[in-house]
């Protein structure tokens, strides 16, 4: 199979990195990829936006499968004209991307297919928005309905927090046209979990679950970021809640989304709050998370190509993917100033001593290739260091080991990844 991975990030090497071990494949590409991305797959020049040079370089290269990582272009219709140029694409259409890309939608069908999820209503008013948070006190969540790179959420802790929120989203427009409209929702309480499943528009197979550590600072401290680190297994979420998870949350909202005409194929991620009264619904997402797909696929035993492809033929109803016996812990390294204003261009050394320790492995979010070859810090999280262990404690070790060998000062990370989890 040739295939063609879609994105830049620490969840993109990981997928070349799996995608690039099977032995169906016989050549791999990667738009736009990264340097540590090269080490694996051929890197072309195409951004994740650019639906129409995505779709002629599959044609011209006779690519069998596209793999889209970023749910950007999946909110944007890349599916659609994979698709309608006959090219298999492993991602939800445009219509069933809006379980990401709308919030109101998301809920919608929540509601509609009876899964446990906050309370909540949708505002296009600012001013009814606020007379509705003056109504129902703090805590209370704020949500722009459209995208918003991962900040469009406020949990707020008092109502003025609350109404400053509404006044930025749909007043102040930071957001742009996303803020048009806000969710309000109850505020839920409880440890949160990723809950991730390969779909093909009927069947759900289980990928695994994983913890994110959403903010920038240990304890869980500071701004939120796209994530700072992730470990799977979950102890507090055992086989027994994936299953019960998967039967309560995800197939009922795949069986709602077909009814509506628009069947979900791809990788279904449900954010959960585990709470006194169970497990609920907080977000869909319709992509692997980054980094958890980094720990997930460190943990997969099973070859993933051939599952993505019948994700696609609408085959995963007697498929079967395996897990490994162990933990794996994945820590971001950003940049210093990461999230606000991250610094770029330093240089990153020690990645070969990392990836050298026995179950290390390290992905590239966001590097550039110095004309000398050292590595360059190009973004905000800029590498994951992943390792695998027979156990959380030693996978946690691992991971640590890798990130004191990199030499790279400019960088920093949390230092308290998967700890919740002993
Ligand atoms: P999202 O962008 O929807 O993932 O939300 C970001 C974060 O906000 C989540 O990971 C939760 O920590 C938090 N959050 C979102 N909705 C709620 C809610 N209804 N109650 C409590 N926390 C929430
Ligand atoms: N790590 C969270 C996400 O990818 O959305």
């Known amino acids: 199979m040739k295939v063609l991975v879609v994105g830049s990030g620490g969840r993109e090497h990981a997928l070349c990195w799996a995608i690039a071990a099977s032995p169906l494949l016989t050549e791999l590409f990667c ?3 990264n340097p540590g991305i090269a080490s694996v797959a051929r890197c072309v020049a195409i951004g994740v936006l650019d639906s129409a040079a995505l779709v002629a370089f599959a044609q011209t290269n006779a690519i069998d499968l596209v793999v889209p990582g970023p749910e950007a272009p999946l909110v944007a219709g890349l599916t659609d004209a994979m698709e309608a140029a006959g090219i298999a694409c492993c991602g939800p259409t445009k219509a069933a991307a809006q379980l990401e890309g709308s919030k109101t939608f998301a809920k919608d069908v929540a509601d509609a297919a009876g899964i446990p999820t906050a309370l909540w209503e949708r505002f296009e008013d ?26 469009g959420v406020v949990v707020a802790a008092t109502e003025d927090e609350a109404i400053a929120a509404i006044g930025a989203m749909m007043d102040s427009r930071v957001f742009g046209e996303s803020g048009a409209a806000v969710v309000i929702e109850e505020c839920l309480t409880g440890r949160e979990v990723s809950l991730f499943a390969l779909c093909d528009g009927t069947d759900a197979l289980l990928l695994g679950s994983a913890r994110d550590h959403k903010r920038v600072g240990d304890g869980d401290t500071g701004p939120n970021t796209g994530g700072m680190g992730a470990y799977s297994p979950v102890p507090d979420f055992p086989p027994a809640l994936e299953d019960a998870c998967l039967d309560a949350i995800i197939r009922p909202a795949l069986k709602e989304m077909a009814h509506r005409g628009m069947p979900f194929r791809g990788v279904l991620f449900a ?19 980054d980094p958890e797909c980094q720990v997930l696929l ?10 993505l492809q019948a994700a696609c033929d609408g085959e995963l109803r007697d498929f079967d993917l395996r897990r490994n016996e162990s933990a794996a812990v994945a820590v971001t390294m950003a940049a210093r100033g990461y999230p606000e204003a991250p610094e770029r261009g330093s240089v990153i050394r020690g990645l070969a001593d990392a990836a050298a320790i026995e179950g290390v492995s390290v992905f590239h979010a966001a590097t550039n290739a110095g004309s000398d ?50």
Do not use: H, Q
């Not at 003056?134 to 704020?142: D, H, K, L, M, Q």
């Open 31 to 33: 738009a736009p990829g």
């Open 126 to 151: 600012s001013e009814a928005a606020r007379a509705f948070v003056r109504r129902r006190g703090a805590p209370i969540v704020v949500k722009a309905d459209g995208l918003a790179a991962g900040k």
């Open 373 to 422: 070859g050292t590595v360059l810090a190009a973004g905000g999280r800029v590498l994951t260091i992943c390792a695998i262990a027979p156990d959380l404690g030693r996978a946690r070790d691992r991971a640590y080991a890798g990130v004191d060998a990199i030499v790279w000062p400019e960088g920093f990370c949390r230092r308290d990844i998967g700890a919740g989890g002993l």
């Open 298 to 307: 460190l943990g997969m035993k099973s070859d993933l190509l051939p599952a």
């Open 271 to 289: 954010g959960l709050m585990l709470t006194g009264e169970g497990a609920k619904l907080i977000e869909f997402n319709v992509r692997f998370g």
